[in-house]
């Protein structure tokens, strides 16, 4: 094939992803012929520390390797990016978006679609979610949206459907559900003493009221409750119940457990605390909990920003000192992806698989691929996952 009839036919392919651009709606996501879906979770990638460094690039350039060593081995219909892309106290105002397209390089050289949530570094004095969308947006690859517009929602809240590999079907087999934790500090406002001001860290009530709204919406308007997984970068409270109370166990819940105790939504440390005003846990996230219960068909949501746990576990029962009673959930970390951001535990990529076969079961697969390019923590989450036994999870450092 001459060069330019190769170019023009890249050139016909790249404009009819983006001729469906401005619905967003038109780059429809399908389990494969062979009846599979597979994500790729990204998470705590942290790009942008310490700029003007020779270690801050050199973590970037380690952490696109993790990326691409993960996306050799695995081949996802769709990436996660689940908060914390870019660490936002060391960036200037001009360009500290940048970072965006140095971490979809990946994915673009794989002409892999992407969906991100953002985290609480994703939000600083020089550093805004709402660009960071609208940079991922430059992109036609990336799905992230913001379906939620009020001045406390936060930005990376929306949901995506999985469509049947049977083009006839109409109605999504999956939905993905993607939620704003948000936390940071807000951008460009210092409190009187010059300090930066923090956001809330948790899922906000208008959030969960567009959730709850809109997953009846699309009950009414599929006919069923159509299966679905959720995304949401600060864990919720129940993950540090369960670790404090029952615990967690090597060969229940296989992972790594080191960051003990967690870090809930609601609670904060360090950036995002600068003024010191929301950092203690009082229940800022039962509504989402609440919520999460509440939505049938939901079999599991994943969270980073720990980035020492790596666990799953089934939230089946009550939890001490909470009132909320599990259905079943189950509740996952994905590994820490990133050179930036704190810990040296083996950087990886949560995957999670599931099929057409698998979803009648409400099951799901999961493992992480680590950057050495072996597979870590492999479960299946059905019904007896929680009591099912399975090999330990090594705890090694890079
Ligand atoms: C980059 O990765 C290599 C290999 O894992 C590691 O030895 C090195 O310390 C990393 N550099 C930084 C700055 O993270
Ligand atoms: C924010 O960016 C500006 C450049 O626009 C820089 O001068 C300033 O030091 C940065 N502030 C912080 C807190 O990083
Ligand atoms: C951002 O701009 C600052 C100031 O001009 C510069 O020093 C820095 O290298 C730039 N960073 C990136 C990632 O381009
Ligand atoms: C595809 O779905 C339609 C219903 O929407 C069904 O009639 C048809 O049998 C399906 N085809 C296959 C190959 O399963
Ligand atoms: C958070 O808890 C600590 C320890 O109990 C207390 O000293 C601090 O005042 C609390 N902060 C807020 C903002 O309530
Ligand atoms: C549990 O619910 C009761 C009654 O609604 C309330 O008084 C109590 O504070 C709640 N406890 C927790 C830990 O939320
Ligand atoms: C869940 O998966 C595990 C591992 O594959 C398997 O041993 C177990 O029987 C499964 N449980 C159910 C209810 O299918
Ligand atoms: C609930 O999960 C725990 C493990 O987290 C397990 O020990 C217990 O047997 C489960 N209970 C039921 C009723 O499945």
Sequence with gaps: MSLLSSLSLALAASQSVLGAHPSRDGQRLRFTEDGTFQLAVFEDLHFGEAEHLDWGPQQDVNSTRVMNTVLDNEHPQLVVLNGDLITGENTYKENSTDYVDEIVQP????????????????????????????REQTWANSLTR???????????????????????????????????????????????????????NWVDQTVVDWFTSTRADLCTKYGRNVPSLAFVHIPVNAML????????????????????????????????????????????????????????????????????????????????????????????????????????????????????????????????????????GRVMLNGTYGRDHYPAVADTAT
């Excluded at 609601?266 to 219960?293: C, H, K, R, W």
């Design 107 to 134: 994915l673009l050289d794989r002409g892999l679609l992407w969906a991100s949530t953002y985290g609480n570094h994703d939000s600083d004095f020089n550093l805004s979610r709402h660009h960071i969308l609208a």
């Design 146 to 200: 913001q379906d939620v517009d009020t001045s406390r929602s936060g930005v990376s809240n929306y949901y995506l459907p999985v469509y049947s590999s049977n083009v006839t079907k109409s109605v999504p087999e999956l939905l993905l559900w993607f939620f704003d934790s948000q936390g940071g500090n807000y951008y460009q406002r210092l409190d009187t003493s010059g300090n930066g001001v923090s956001q809330p």
């Design 241 to 376: 119940a369960f670790q404090q109370g029952p615990g967690v166990q090597s060969h229940y819940e296989p992972g790594i457990n080191d960051d003990n105790p967690l870090a809930q939504e609601g609670y904060t440390e360090g950036q995002g605390d600068v003024s010191g005003t929301l950092s203690n846990y009082t229940g800022q996230d039962i509504p989402f909990m609440q919520a999460l219960l509440g939505t049938l068909g939901l079999m599991a949501v994943f969270s980073g920003h720990d980035h020492g746990d790596d666990w799953c576990f089934k939230w089946n029962t009550t939890l001490p000192d909470m009132n909320l009673t599990g259905n079943g959930l189950d509740l996952c970390f994905g590994r820490h992806s990133g050179y930036g951001g704190y810990g040296s535990w083996e950087r990886g990529s949560r995957q999670v698989l599931v099929t057409e076969e698998l979803l009648k079961d409400r099951s799901v697969e999961t493992w992480v691929r680590l950057e050495t390019g072996e597979v870590s």
